[in-house]
């Protein structure tokens, strides 16, 4: 099998991806990326460590892009707009994109500095949408990872059929929100209405 011209990290990674959102993320591995590749096995080692090496990539690269969505959403929206925005991209994100979703769950190590900087990134936008809120530093945190909670969990019941009721799952999950910024509200005890 003669070499593949151009075969790089990034072009591994997103062979990576595309497994990953096809297969889920437990079946991305050197022999499956080597056969879509169409490369020996071994000629991998030239751009990856080994198999942990690449969902450490797949990891930055879908933080990175998670991040990027989030941003997107967020340009030009404050309040209670902005978090039905950044929300309504996570959650296209995961549905999109199972498997790349599935990479940026578990928090990044301080030596995965690509990863931190898109996790870090992804804070900084959800923390402004909720800034009209006014909450301390320890509810803002507490706020940030419910609102994570309740997009996460709503997609992952979605996308596993979890909802068999005949009614719109999206008035549902946009109902969720509208509850779960009621009780942020209700948190700062009160003072202006954040923005629309």
């Keep these: 099998m003669p070499p593949r011209a151009g075969l790089n990290e990034a072009v591994i990674l ?16 050197l022999a499956g990326l080597a056969k879509r590749l169409r490369v020996q096995a071994p000629s991998l ?6 198999v942990d090496g690449v969902r450490r990539g797949l990891a930055a690269m879908s933080a990175e892009q998670l991040a990027n969505r989030l941003v997107r959403a967020a340009v030009g929206k404050s309040g209670e707009q902005a978090a039905y925005a950044v929300a309504d ?7 999109e994109h199972p498997g790349l979703y599935s990479a940026t769950l578990r928090a ?8 931190a900087a898109a996790a870090e990134l992804m804070l900084e936008v959800v923390g402004a949408a909720l800034e009209p809120y006014r909450l301390s530093r320890r509810d803002l945190i507490d706020a940030i990872r419910g609102l994570r909670s309740l997009v996460h969990g709503f997609v992952t019941l979605e996308m596993s059929g979890g909802f068999g009721i005949p009614q719109d799952v999206n008035r549902s999950f946009h109902e969720a929100l509208r509850m779960y910024l009621h009780g942020v509200e209700t948190k700062r005890g009160g003072g202006r209405t954040p923005r629309k």
Excluded at 45 to 50: G, I, P, Q, R
Excluded at 108 to 115: A, F, I, Q, V
Aim: proline share 3%; aromatic share 8%.
């Design 89 to 95: 991209a996570y959650r296209s994100f995961a549905k």
């Design 14 to 29: 997103q062979a990576a991806g595309q497994i990953a959102d096809a297969e889920g993320l437990d079946s991305v591995s």
């Design 108 to 115: 990044p190590k301080k030596t995965e500095t690509r990863s």
């Design 45 to 50: 080692y030239n751009h990856v460590d080994s």
